[in-house]
């Protein structure tokens, strides 16, 4: 990353979640207690063995929030899976006022039940990557309002985020064309201006993620609905190709 895309990427996330020097972060991710500092609020990281994210437990989350009268939560899945089971016991926080989960897809029955400890918070579930987060997002009641379907829904793309699809051939292989057509299932690609700038020493990765320039080339394959939401059906490189054609791990 350049220093511009960094910056984009703070106020991309600024703008998404209203975040002012108001909020406080309590961040069960390592790396995100940078983004505090960057947004210029004040950063804490729980008692947890940071590369386990399943240790991170109800307590020693309470008593991170404690500490600096968090406004924000930023924690992965299987981190909220652990929060889940060792709630008992531990008091809400109502000051929480956002509950961020990425990293992987996160259930919405998880986020409700953590929502317990939290009853003036907002769940939202980001959808990005290491080259370009955020690209799309979705609250919690838009998750339980579309239900189960093709994929894992990850709701609209984000303001300043161009997102379309690669379409998949007869052979699982993602086509040049870019389509933001709703049912086409392909290749996601995203355009926006905190996406990486390039991969480090990584020649191949590099071509085959950015051989339509402008574009990032994300692996993931997905489709649009019909009201413009993005669905992620896995990885590009373990679809399956069947004599009725591509089918997608989700």
């Known amino acids: 990353y350049l220093h511009g895309q ?26 995100f207690a940078l983004m505090g500092a960057a947004l210029g609020i004040p950063s804490v990281v729980p008692d947890m063995n940071l590369t386990a994210p399943r240790t991170l437990t109800a307590q020693a ?23 889940a089971r060792t709630r008992g016991g531990v008091r809400p926080m109502p000051g929480v006022r956002l509950l961020l989960s990425t990293g992987a897809p ?13 009853p003036s918070a907002q769940a939202h579930a980001p959808y990005g990557m290491t080259e370009v987060l955020p ?51 392909g290749e996601v690609c995203v355009q926006a201006a905190h996406t990486k ?16 320039v402008g574009w990032h080339r994300t692996g993931d394959v997905g489709h649009f609905d019909d009201d413009g939401r993005l669905w992620i059906e896995g990885r590009l490189v373990h679809v399956i190709v069947t004599a009725d054609g591509p089918v997608t791990p989700a």
């Not at 579309?146 to 379409?167: D, F, K, L, Y």
């Not at 700038?197 to 339509?212: I, K, N, P």
């Open 61 to 83: 989350l309470a008593d991170a929030v404690a500490a600096v009268d968090a406004t924000l939560v930023f924690a992965s899945p299987a981190a909220l899976a652990n929060i």
């Open 135 to 185: 690209v799309a997002d979705i609250d919690l009641q838009e998750m339980e309002s579309v239900g189960r379907g093709n994929g894992t829904c990850v709701g609209h793309p984000v303001p300043g985020v161009e997102v379309r699809i690669s379409a998949l051939d007869e052979f699982g292989n993602a086509t040049g064309a870019l389509s933001d057509q709703p049912g086409v299932t």
């Open 106 to 118: 996160v259930p919405a029955e998880l986020l409700r039940e953590v929502l317990a400890l939290f």
């Open 6 to 31: 960094l910056q984009a990427q703070r106020e991309a996330l600024a703008a998404l979640y209203s975040i002012t020097t108001a909020d406080r972060l309590v961040a069960a991710f390592g790396p």
């Open 197 to 212: 700038q390039r991969y480090d020493r990584l020649w191949v990765t590099e071509r085959a993620a950015s051989r339509d």
